[in-house]
């Protein structure tokens, strides 16, 4: 059985950093791109970003509201990808849900497991 | 960016109802696009995949149509565990975007 267990999420002050973590078991981990999408209270879905598989060089992308800001990162020897915030501001504030997507394909490209999401709470 | 459009934003519909939400991209997808649904407090589930192939497990009165300008989510005859708010979602090219939601509640 594929699942996804997020941690990390706490209440930071903005401008402040954190570390969001995504434990993957059940699968080949090693295998799939990962992505995080984000929820803030209330409101829809939004992409965060991605990252590719060793056999893709583990690149990764990102949505313009974050980049240079937010980085995702993988241990594949811990299945476990992990979100780097920095210089967090108020409207990053939400649930963080990681995610795996089906496979290397655009095709594939979209997300078929969910985890159960950790808060983010950016206030001073 | 690729814009979601979806419609209706609410639906109110009874049990047994045939309900349709639609998704209008603002370019061509292909036929690269999936549905999720979500429950209040809960993550999203995957119910459809590029644009008509229904994800294991997930009911056969869900099924997927379109491509192009306009997809479509029906569900056949409404269940009380249908009620939910539903997203489409493009995967046809960075940065992936999502539908602003369609919230189904019970009449």
Redesign the interface.
């Known amino acids: 059985e594929v699942q996804l267990v997020e941690s990390g999420g706490a209440l930071v002050q903005p401008g402040g950093s954190l570390r969001l973590s995504c434990a993957a078991s059940g699968y080949t981990f090693s295998d799939h791109y990962m992505d995080w999408v984000r929820q803030a209270p209330g409101k829809g879905l939004e992409w965060v970003g991605r990252i590719r598989n060793k056999a893709n060089s583990y690149t990764t992308e990102y949505a313009a509201s974050v980049k240079g800001r937010l980085t995702i990162s993988r241990d594949d020897s811990k299945n476990s990808i992990y979100l780097q915030m920095n210089s967090l501001k108020t409207e990053d504030a939400a649930v963080y849900y990681c995610t795996r997507v089906r496979d290397s394909s655009w095709s594939g490209s979209y997300s078929d497991y969910w985890g159960q999401g950790t808060l983010v709470a950016v206030s001073s | 960016?690729i814009q979601l459009t979806q419609s209706p934003s609410f639906l109110s519909a009874s049990l047994g109802d045939r309900v349709t939400i639609t998704c209008r991209p603002s370019q061509g997808i292909s036929?690269?696009l999936?549905w999720?649904q979500?429950k209040p407090g809960?993550?999203?589930?995957?119910l459809i995949?590029?644009a008509s192939t229904l994800?294991s497990g997930v009911p056969s009165r869900f099924s997927g149509s379109g491509s192009g300008a306009e997809f479509t989510l029906t569900i056949s005859s409404l269940q009380p565990e249908d009620f939910a708010t539903y997203?489409c979602?493009q995967?046809?090219t960075?940065?992936?975007?999502?539908?602003?939601?369609t919230r189904l509640e019970i009449k």
């Open positions: 960016d036929s690269y999936s999720y979500q809960k993550a999203p589930k995957l995949y590029t994800q997203y979602q995967h046809y960075y940065p992936i975007t999502f539908g602003q939601g």
